[in-house]
């Protein structure tokens, strides 16, 4: 199967010639002939398999005969964090290349407001928003829906686990029904189902799974550290930052990301990196939003190696050839260590993940052991003081007799190729009953309405041609 079999225009052929494309995957596959004929998919795919050109490219075709009205955008793309749907904008950005006069708006939080008002008062072809802003300025009265013919719903699970879906569902109510519906998750819990069921009209359903070598290609290794804090909490940070340190020097990785659990602890490493000669910038939801998209642009470029950063700033983002992760902290959610790692290896590249623990992280490296099927292969570094974990029956007391004595040099015993089973699902990233909705958090697009106005920022795309 190749490209030109799918029926896209000959600009589209040639953009995705010039992306380096030479054949389409499986969801482009199955779903661009769909989506042209104007019918309803459900796609059940994850970030990875190429699902965001699979809906874009036919969009471009689909778009190219036609004019926007002002602040009336003639297609929708929900996308649950700001990074994600300037993803999409770039997507559009290089498929688009040779569709001169395709318009296009990003509504997102951490944005001027203002900035993005004026793209839509002269009208665009693509609108790709967050929830929470888009109904901001719907409320505000800066926008009419009634011209929407294709609604894009990315990433439906994520929208769920952060409590979007009440914003979705009143977005779709202000949609004409005369419109595609194109419905994309990860996974499809009963809840995401009945939504797929409420806003799609007969879809195609396309179920693709991520490439089985991804994960097959990651070296795992777990380094427990001992530390003086004892029962402390987040104890045991010096003692990581050491192992990092030694685990970067020993590997010198072509680029990594480093997970923190916390966004102060972001800061912490990044400062220590840094101090210690390491060109390292950090990414957590804090950070304007100019300054996170031109630091992962910079990062993406390959101007520095290492990046720390949080699991929610780094969600779906779409980084190639990423040769190291580090979980500087053991992440407290198992689907979490699956997210995080799965930024490594990808497409057949070798990759590695390691993970740094105190032996407080015995519950938590268990919790990963269970979804993965496999524990962490310990891993040996000289000059890091071996350490035990602490069972979960362990009394706090029985812990000093955990410590290990330093004196013995330990060798560097490293496990390749350790097979990392699939995700059961991408809902293992994103559902957790537990964990509170992250709706409050200033990293979501919920909080899109509490930010101030800031301005687009430079993120206006190549092929963004507005007659003013
Ligand atoms: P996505 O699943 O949309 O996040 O895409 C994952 C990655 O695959 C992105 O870096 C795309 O540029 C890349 N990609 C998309 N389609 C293809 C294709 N047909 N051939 C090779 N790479 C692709």
């Not at 699979?54 to 005969?65: Q, V």
Request: aromatic share 6%.
């Amino acid at each position: 199967m190749s490209f030109s079999d799918l029926g896209l225009s000959e600009d589209l052929l040639r953009a995705v010639a010039d992306a380096g494309y030479t054949e389409p995957t499986p969801i482009q596959a199955q779903a661009i002939p769909v989506v042209l004929m104007g019918r309803d998919v459900l796609g059940c795919a994850q970030t990875g398999t190429g699902k965001t050109a699979s809906f874009t490219l036919p969009m471009i075709d689909i778009l190219a005969s036609g004019r926007a009205k002002a602040r009336m955008p003639r297609s929708l793309i929900l996308e649950p964090t700001r990074e994600l749907a300037a993803q999409v904008a770039d997507n559009f950005d290089t498929y688009g290349k040779y569709h001169t006069k395709l318009s296009k708006a990003l509504l997102i939080g951490g944005e001027s407001m203002a900035e993005q008002l004026k793209v839509l008062d002269r009208g665009v072809d693509v609108l790709i928003a967050t929830p929470g802003r888009l109904l901001d300025v719907f409320e505000r009265g800066h926008l009419l829906m009634n011209d929407v013919r294709t609604l894009v719903i990315d990433e439906a699970d994520r929208m769920l686990d952060m409590g979007f879906i009440p914003d979705v569902e009143k977005i779709v109510s202000l949609l004409s029904p005369m419109r595609t519906t194109l419905f994309f998750s990860a996974t499809m819990p009963p809840e995401i189902k009945k939504l797929a069921d409420k806003f799609l009209s007969n879809p195609k359903e396309i179920t693709v799974s991520r490439p089985a070598t991804t994960a097959a290609t990651i070296t795992q290794g777990l380094i427990i550290v001992t530390h003086k804090d004892g029962k402390r909490p987040g104890g045991g940070q010096k003692e990581k930052r050491d192992a990092l340190r030694q685990l970067i020097r020993r590997d010198d990785p072509k680029n990594a990301l480093i997970f923190c659990n916390r966004k102060r602890d972001v800061d912490v490493v990044w400062r220590s990196l840094n101090r210690h000669g390491f060109v390292a910038e950090r990414l957590h939801g804090d950070m304007a939003q100019p300054v996170r998209m031109e630091t992962l642009n910079k990062f993406k470029n390959g101007d520095f190696k290492y990046m720390v950063c949080s699991d929610v700033a780094a969600r779906g983002l779409d980084i190639p050839e990423m040769s190291h992760v580090f979980n500087f902290d053991v992440p407290t959610h198992a689907d979490d260590y699956v997210h995080r790692i799965g930024r490594t290896g990808r497409a057949g590249h070798k990759g590695h993940a390691y993970t740094l623990a105190t032996p407080e992280d015995a519950k938590y490296l268990q919790g990963i052991e269970k979804i993965t099927g496999n524990a962490i292969p310990e891993l040996k570094l000289d000059g890091v003081e071996e350490a035990k974990l602490v069972t979960v029956e362990d009394k706090p007391r029985k812990r000093r007799s955990n410590k290990q004595s330093a004196s013995k040099p330990v060798e560097v015993k490293e496990v390749t190729d350790v097979k990392v089973p699939e995700p059961p699902s991408q809902a293992t990233e994103t559902k957790k009953p537990k964990r509170p909705a992250r709706k409050a958090k200033p990293e979501t697009a919920s909080t899109d309405s509490n930010k101030p106005f800031k301005g687009l920022g430079d993120h206006v795309p190549a092929f963004l041609k507005i007659q003013v």
